[in-house]
């Protein structure tokens, strides 16, 4: 398994951009990434997801807006996020997923993302 750390979080107004990173400790060259956001009393939910084939999923509500992406050399996984909204503040996580022969998945600790109105 892989440790994953988040950073890039941080207070946006309306409108803007913030990139998210995620940096795996070790390599992430087939495994599923992924990005989830959670508000406190809510379910996480998926926000984007970027197979190792480099085909993307995004959740309706940030298509068009947010950008997934990887770098497999750096093992370092992205979300760039443009027209930022406040329903956008969460606390975002990056997820890992190896769906070989045995399965496991690993989680960051979150990054905080606020955007002001």
């Known amino acids: 398994q892989v440790q994953l750390v988040e950073s890039g979080g941080g207070l946006v107004q309306a409108g803007g951009s913030l990139r998210l990173s995620c940096a795996a400790s070790g390599s992430i060259f087939r495994l599923t990434m992924g990005w989830y956001r959670q508000a406190p009393g809510t379910q996480r939910e998926l926000v984007a997801t970027?197979?190792?084939?480099?085909?993307?999923n995004y959740a309706d509500s940030v298509k068009g807006r947010f950008t997934i992406s990887r770098d497999n050399a750096k093992k370092m996984m992205y979300l760039q996020m443009n027209s930022l909204k406040p329903e956008d503040t969460d606390v975002y996580y990056c997820k890992a997923q190896d769906f070989g022969g045995y399965y496991w998945e690993s989680w960051g600790q979150g990054t905080q993302v606020t955007v002001s109105s």
């Open positions: 970027i197979m190792r084939s480099g085909s993307t």
